[in-house]
């Protein structure tokens, strides 16, 4: 079969379908040409959209738009001023970092600048500015005249007459930062300040005026902050004599009040306080020395062991003897209590040394501490006294720079040049706006042709029906230029080498060859919906099985509608419904349309269910009989998303041909259609793209002709 070329709004998104044959990919691919020939075929439209949108465009650039004039004053920003005096905290300059040039475009675009501006050149009594000045537009008085109409109009609520005054300056300070702009020039400490207005002497008024007014702020700001710091200053430092004459007094009351105090002194006392734990250190040593030498007499028990103990010469004289002289005995005894009653008198005058000492000890240790604390608060007092005294200098010096400084400051920045009073208008930029309309022409037209593109779901190509249901076409039959549907068959037998006759020719073959060894004998020729063209291609290719010399039977499965009445004239009253109901013969009911070689069986009225009819044993007998009696045999049935009966005929059928109608049937109805007759396990053999119309395939971009090599065929068709 002969391949199609693809639509080109198919080739524009392809997409993956899960319809069987589908040779798509799944990724999305952009096909430039199909892109072109799109914006090519409607070039017109695209072209007329462009001329009135350069139109209306014209118009409002010429006669609508009010011009407007721009003037720019250029100030540039100061860095690092040199001071008279020291005080860069208070006035000192800008650095010009990136920050602060940021920062000063903001304070050019403030609202209290701004503010000043309006003040300065009374713009709340410019109507330009104060829009309840100007009086109302078209639009206004007509959304005015609709509210007051529905009844939503409400009167305005009343307010203070400062409040009010206070918004509309509000509203002059917004319509006025709307009409500026302020622009730093890269790597630079140079803005640019631009004001527009109806005027250009107001415009160039309005931009010297923002740059005069936020030098004066500059200077005023710093000013004030000066003085700020004066007064702040004189405060401060008034506080600080009245402390540091209050901690030098504390000073002088805490010497007078306690004894001389020094660290000399102190150290004085920490040196007796040395000596006198040494003292009480050796004087406890010999103490305990002395109770251990008593101990150790009253403890002996024998008289040599307490002469050698006493170590005592006329102890140890009277103990020569003692032990045979009971008077030289007595003379031990007494000496050596003699000894014992010192011993205990020496011990006692060492306790009564050593209280004396500890006493002593505790007094010195007293004074120290009382010396240490008046010592500390003393040196605390001094250095409280000495940080206040610190403090008052260094704030007094500031006090005296910053009076000084006052009256001698300068401003961060400076005007390089005023603003020139504009010649010509800045908008409306007239070329600008026509070659704009003219982009956004092209653009509309071309979004029109896509749109139109994207929102077309019927099929143009065979390639197309076939890629999105899985389905071979098997004919493409264009529009048959007949007048009326009687002339059809005579346009064709008049005709037979036309472009029309070829195209059934065509389905001809495909059908037959579609199986060569058992050809179909029972072809079924539906559709989704009525008026997609099934009656006409059954009639045509039975007119076309004629010429192979077949006896050809046409079949009215209709009989709802009776469509075949409106081909032929003087169709007989009886038809199918009589002979399935056994009231006629076939060779009865058919009929010889003249002209027609091909017998016709015709639908009739009958208040039996068309489907309950086609589904009874009757009809399969029926069919039965006719495959003995006719070489082919073509039903036209009803469309399937109307009624079953194609459904039910079908299951007799050897081909089921589905017709499509070209550009016309929409892909959900296809895809419902297939869905059908797949739930009920039949198989649709072929599709027929039909009614094609060549002005619409040239229009596609197609060719003159439906079909890929169409072109070729003026050598062979005879229309």
């Known amino acids: 079969m002969t391949e199609e070329p693809r639509s080109p709004s198919a080739k524009i998104v392809s997409r993956a379908f899960p319809q069987r044959g589908s040779d798509t990919t799944g990724e999305d691919v952009i096909d430039l040409s199909a892109v072109f020939g799109i914006l090519w075929r409607g070039k017109l439209l695209i072209l007329a959209f462009c001329v009135m949108a350069v139109i209306a465009g014209g118009f409002y650039a010429f006669m609508v738009a009010t011009p407007l004039y721009r003037a720019t004053a250029v100030v540039m ?27 000063e475009v903001e304070v050019l675009r403030a609202r209290g600048l701004l503010g000043k501006v309006v003040d300065e050149l009374d713009l709340v009594s410019d109507p330009e500015f ?72 107001k415009a160039a008024l309005i931009a010297d005026t923002i740059v005069e007014l936020y030098i004066v702020d ?12 004066t007064t702040w ?80 010469i006329q102890l140890t004289r009277d103990l020569e003897g003692a032990a045979e002289n009971p008077d030289r005995a007595r003379a031990f005894d007494t000496r050596f209590g003699q000894i014992l009653t010192r011993m205990e008198m020496d011990l006692v005058r060492a306790d009564q040394q050593l209280a004396a000492l500890e006493a002593s000890k505790q007094d010195l240790t007293a004074q120290i501490e009382q010396q240490g604390q008046d010592l500390i608060t003393l040196q605390q007092l001094s250095r409280e006294a000495e940080a206040t005294r610190l403090l008052y200098e260094y704030f007094l010096a500031r006090l005296k720079e910053t009076s000084a400084q006052q009256g001698i400051q300068q ?43 994207a929102r077309s779901t019927g099929f143009r190509t065979a390639r197309e029906l076939e890629a999105h249901t899985g389905y071979t076409v098997m004919g493409q039959i264009p529009v048959i230029p007949a007048k009326a549907r009687s002339k059809i068959l005579s346009y064709l037998t008049d005709k037979p080498t036309s472009a029309a006759a070829e195209a ?20 079924v020729s539906t559709s989704s919906i009525p008026g997609e063209g099934k009656t006409t291609n059954a009639l045509a290719l039975a007119h076309n099985l004629l010429g192979l010399g077949k006896s050809v039977l046409l079949v009215e499965g209709d009989i709802r509608r009776r469509t075949l009445n409106r081909y032929f004239d003087r169709m007989p009253e009886r038809g199918i419904v009589s002979v399935l109901a056994g009231e006629v013969a076939v060779e009865d009911a058919v009929y010889h349309a003249p002209g027609f070689g091909a017998d016709v069986l015709a639908g009739e009225r009958t208040k039996v269910n068309a489907a309950d009819l086609f589904a009874s044993q009757r009809f ?71 009614q094609i119309s060549p002005k619409g395939m040239k229009r596609y971009g197609y060719g003159e002709r439906y079909g890929a090599y169409a072109g070729y065929g003026d050598t062979y068709y005879s229309s």
């Not at 500059?218 to 710091?229: I, L, P």
């Not at 059934?504 to 072809?523: E, M």
């Open 77 to 103: 920003l100061e860095t690092r001023q040199e001071q008279i005096v020291d005080l860069q905290s208070v006035v000192g300059g800008l650095s010009g970092d990136t920050s602060e040039v940021n920062s």
């Open 130 to 201: 104060n829009p309840t000045l100007q009086p109302p537009s078209p639009v206004e008085r007509a959304k005015d005249g609709v509210k007051a109409a529905l009844g939503l109009s409400k009167p305005p609520l009343p307010l203070p007459p400062e409040e009010a005054t206070r918004r509309l300056r509000d509203s002059v300070i917004s319509q006025l930062l709307r009409k500026i702009s302020v622009r730093n020039i890269p790597q630079t400490l140079v803005f640019g300040v631009t004001a527009e207005s109806e005027s250009p002497e």
């Open 218 to 229: 500059q200077v005023s700001v710093k000013f004030e902050a000066t003085e700020q710091a």
């Open 233 to 312: 200053l004189s405060n401060r430092v008034a506080e600080l004599q009245t402390e540091l004459e209050k901690a030098e007094g504390a000073v002088k009351a805490f010497n007078a009040a306690t004894d001389l105090v020094s660290p000399e002194a102190l150290a004085g006392l920490e040196r007796q306080m040395k000596e006198m734990r040494e003292r009480i250190g050796s004087t406890r040593e010999a103490r305990d020395a002395l109770k251990a030498r008593y101990d150790r007499l009253t403890a002996a028990q024998s008289r040599p062991e307490q002469a050698a103990l006493a170590e005592d």
């Open 411 to 453: 401003p961060d920045s400076r005007i390089l040049s005023n603003a020139v009073v504009p010649l010509d208008a800045s908008s409306p930029k007239k070329g600008l706006i026509l070659m704009m309309s003219a982009f956004v022409g092209v653009v509309a037209g071309s979004a029109m042709l896509f749109l139109k593109e």
């Open 504 to 523: 059934v020719r065509n389905l001809r073959t495909s059908v037959l060859l579609s199986n060569v060894d058992n050809p179909p004998q029972v072809i």
């Open 620 to 690: 399969r007998d029926f069919i039965k009989t006719l495959r003995s009696q006719y070489d082919a045999i073509i039903i036209d049935t009803p469309p399937v998303l109307v009624v079953p009966d194609a459904r039910i005929i079908a299951r007799e059928a050897d081909t089921v041909l589905f017709t499509v109608k070209w550009d016309g049937t929409s892909k959900a109805q296809v895809d419902e259609a297939m869905r059908m007759f797949h739930n009920t396990n039949q198989h649709v053999n072929g599709l027929i793209l039909s």
